[in-house]
C-alpha cells in the first residue's frame, strides 16, 4: 500500500514536471492554435504514447481549441512488433481516434555505386512512414503533424549534424513545410528522455515486442554516448547546446 502511494506521489511529480515543459514549449515556440487539427505519430514506443496523453488531456481544456487523432504506420517488411490492440485501447481511454495503416520499402534498393550516398535502412523507414503520414493528413484535413522527439533526440541531432555534416542544426521543435500545407510540431522538445522513461515505467505503458533490426547500427547509437561523456565532463551542456541553438534560431523554421 505504501508502496503504491509512494508510487503514485513520483508519477504525479513527473507528470507535474512533464506537462510545465510541454506547456512552455508550446508558448516558447507557438506549437498550437485554435482550430487546429493535429495527428499524431504513434510508434507505440513510451514518446510517442506521451506525447498522445499529453495532447488529448491539453485538448480537454480548450485552452486553445484543437482537435487530436493518432496513426500507427506498420513497416510490413521491418521485423518489429507493436500491440495494435494495445494502441487502440490506449486511444480509446483517451477518446482519440487511431489510424493505422501499413506501408513497406526495399531494403538495398539503391543502386547509387557511391556508399556515402547510398540512404540506410532507418533513413529509408523513416521516410516512408512520414511519406504515409503527410499524404493520411492531407487526406483528413489535419493541419499539423505531431512527433515524439524529446530534448535529448534535438541536441543528439545537433551534434550528428556537425560532427557527421559541417552544419550546426537540428530538428525543429516547429516546421512550417514548403511544399504541403502542414506544419510538423514536436511538443516534447524541453523534455528530457530520462523523464519521460520514468514516467513511462510508473505508468506501465506496454513496450514494444521486438525492437528495430536497425536502431543499434547507426551513427545515432555513437553519437548519444558521444553525447554522455560530454554530459559528464559538464552538466550543464545540455542548457549551453540547447541555448546555442535558440540563440541561432535553428528551432523554428516557418
Known amino acids: 500500500m505504501e508502496k503504491k502511494l509512494n508510487q503514485d506521489k513520483e508519477s504525479h511529480r513527473l507528470w ?76 480509446d481511454n483517451l477518446g482519440v481516434k487511431l489510424h493505422v495503416q501499413t506501408t513497406r520499402f526495399e531494403i538495398g534498393a539503391d543502386n547509387s555505386k557511391d556508399a556515402r550516398r547510398q540512404k540506410t535502412p532507418c533513413f529509408l523507414c523513416s521516410w516512408n512512414r512520414r511519406k504515409v503520414m503527410f499524404n493520411l493528413a492531407q487526406e483528413l484535413g489535419y493541419n499539423k503533424i505531431a512527433l515524439g522527439h524529446h530534448q535529448d533526440d534535438l541536441l543528439h541531432t545537433a551534434l550528428m549534424n556537425l560532427s557527421f555534416q559541417g552544419r550546426f542544426d537540428t530538428m525543429p521543435a516547429f516546421l512550417q513545410m514548403r511544399k504541403m500545407p502542414l506544419a510538423i510540431i514536436r511538443p516534447l522538445c524541453m523534455m528530457e528522455e530520462k523523464d519521460i522513461k520514468a514516467y513511462a515505467e510508473l505508468q506501465e505503458y506496454q513496450k514494444q515486442k521486438k525492437l528495430c533490426p536497425y536502431e543499434s547500427n547507426s551513427h545515432r547509437t555513437e553519437i548519444k554516448e558521444l553525447y554522455n561523456a560530454i554530459e559528464r565532463m559538464n552538466p550543464e551542456a545540455r542548457y549551453s547546446i540547447w541555448n546555442a541553438l535558440n540563440a541561432d534560431n535553428k528551432l523554428i523554421e516557418e
Open 16 to 91: 507535474h514536471r512533464l506537462n510545465e515543459r510541454f506547456v512552455k514549449a508550446m508558448a516558447t515556440y507557438h506549437l498550437i492554435d485554435d482550430d487546429d487539427r493535429i495527428l499524431v505519430g504513434l510508434s507505440g514506443g513510451k514518446d510517442s504514447l506521451l506525447l498522445l496523453e499529453m495532447l488529448a488531456k491539453r485538448a480537454r481544456i480548450h485552452h486553445p481549441r484543437f482537435e487530436v487523432a493518432a496513426l500507427h504506420v506498420r513497416m510490413e517488411n521491418i521485423h518489429y512488433e507493436t500491440d495494435t490492440s494495445y494502441l487502440q485501447d490506449f486511444c
